[in-house]
Nanobody, 118 residues
Framework: QVQLVESGGGLVQAGGSLRLSCAAS????????MGWYRQAPGKQRELVAA???????TYGDSVKGRFTISRDNAKNTVYLQMNSLQPEDTAVYFC????????????WGQGTQVTVSS
């Protein structure tokens, strides 16, 4: 199986920055898409950002212009640089890796907490 290990979450003041990392291990296959989702208490899980193996990116409207997603295919790692953080960004952030052309399934990380104080 593929294991996704997330790191970089924590507590930050509004206007600050955090950098999340997610490393995929247990497979030599390249994920078609890697991305970040987040879920606040009582709310639906939503897409934050995603990047394909070719480097194409997409962002949720609420984070566009503030967050940047990138990936290192050689390291099977995806990153999320979060700038200008606001209290509304407080959520558990989950890493997701899609292996549609190899395993025909997706894997999820356990999540990392991001808390932004006023």
């Amino acid at each position: 199986q593929v294991q996704l290990v997330e790191s970089g979450g924590g507590l930050v003041q509004a206007g600050g920055s955090l950098r999340l990392s997610c490393a995929a291990s247990g497979s030599i296959a390249r994920a078609n898409v890697m991305g970040w989702y987040r879920q606040a208490p009582g709310k639906q899980r939503e897409l934050v950002a995603a990047v394909t193996s070719a480097g194409s990116t997409t962002y949720g409207d609420s984070v566009k212009g503030r967050f940047t997603i990138s990936r290192d295919n050689a390291k099977n790692t995806v990153y999320l640089q979060m700038n200008s953080l606001q209290p509304e960004d407080t959520a558990v952030y989950f890493c997701k890796a899609d292996y549609l052309t190899t395993f025909q399934r997706a894997y999820w990380g356990q999540g990392t907490q991001v808390t932004v104080s006023s």
